[in-house]
Nanobody, 123 residues
Framework: QVQLVESGGGLVQAGGSLRLTCAAS????????MGWFRQAPGKERQFVAAITWSGGSTYYADSVKGRFTISRDNAKNTVYLEMASLKPEDTAVYYC????????????????WGQGTQVTVSS
């Protein structure tokens, strides 16, 4: 069984930064692509970023490209999301997830999810 635990969310002013961390259990973490998604109240869950198993390739939603950076440390079973120049529209619960495929923007392709961490950006 794989467990994913996110941390690092909080309240930040517009223009500020946060770093989210996702700690994973299990010995096979380094074999899977990982992704970050977010869900704002009343909205569907949306893709934010993904990273391949080796960390060699990363992918971003257009809305966060140039502001967010996804990275991973396979030795620590951890994936990160560095968020900068935050905007009020980035307010959401952020989830990390393990991809059952190479990587994807589609949430149904991810088989394990964390409980989420709230990010609130004030204007």
């Amino acid at each position: 069984q794989v467990q994913l635990v996110e941390s690092g969310g909080g309240l930040v002013q517009a223009g500020g930064s946060l770093r989210l961390t996702c700690a994973a259990s299990g010995r096979t973490f380094g074999r899977y692509a990982m992704g970050w998604f977010r869900q704002a109240p009343g909205k569907e869950r949306q893709f934010v970023a993904a990273i391949t198993w080796s960390g060699g390739s990363t992918y971003y939603a257009d809305s966060v490209k140039g502001r967010f950076t996804i990275s991973r440390d396979n030795a620590k079973n951890t994936v990160y999301l560095e968020m900068a120049s935050l905007k009020p529209e980035d307010t959401a619960v952020y989830y990390c997830a393990r991809s059952a495929t190479l990587w994807s923007t589609e949430d149904w392709r991810y088989d394990y999810w964390g409980q989420g961490t709230q990010v609130t950006v004030s204007s």
